[in-house]
């Protein structure tokens, strides 16, 4: 049988001399006010929230979050489905060139002037929706970071409402 290593306990400050009180200062009770039970003392009577309010913001955020979700993957829908209508839309446009080429005959100069017109409109038909699918996305991310930044504002709007808040007297 293979022979099992004892291991050393770090937290023992027998085994790590930075847990002993007489190497570190942080965990001398007389140097550290954070360890003696003057702390209560420099919180000055500070009254914590409730767990009902902490819990009623956590489920603020949880909304609020789910909301921007929400906006997102509806405008990304949306994106995705203006994407598939130019898709088509380009396809259906570049049978008709193909149709019209074929029913052209065999005059190439004709044909290419008509080539060229067909390649300027779509050059400018393409920035078009570039333009169309960018302003969609930057939309959509806007109303998203509105509904997180209005949660914010009333997240600051909290906080400082319960720090205005007076201590109750005991």
Do not use: C, W
Request: zero cysteines; glycine letters at 6%; aromatic letters at 6%.
């Amino acid at each position: 049988m293979a022979q099992q290593k004892s291991q050393t306990n770090f937290f023992d400050p027998k085994n790590n001399p930075f847990l002993d009180p007489k190497n570190n200062p942080f965990l001398d009770p007389s140097k550290n006010p954070f360890l003696t039970a003057e702390v209560g003392k420099l919180f000055g009577g500070y009254q914590g929230p409730e767990m009902k309010d902490l819990m009623d913001s956590q489920r603020k955020n949880f909304e609020a979050l789910a909301a921007a979700n929400k906006t997102a993957v509806e405008g990304f829908q949306a994106v995705f489905t203006r994407q598939g209508e130019i898709l088509k839309q380009v396809m259906d446009e570049a049978n008709a060139m193909l149709q019209s080429m074929n029913a052209s005959g065999g005059k190439p100069d004709a044909a290419a002037a008509q080539n060229i017109d067909h390649v300027k409109d779509a050059l400018e038909q393409s920035v078009s929706n570039m333009r169309e699918l960018s302003e969609m996305v930057s939309k959509s991310q806007q109303e998203a970071f509105d509904i997180l930044n209005g949660r914010m504002t009333e997240i600051l709007e909290e906080l400082k409402d319960a720090v205005d808040q007076p201590a109750p007297k005991k």
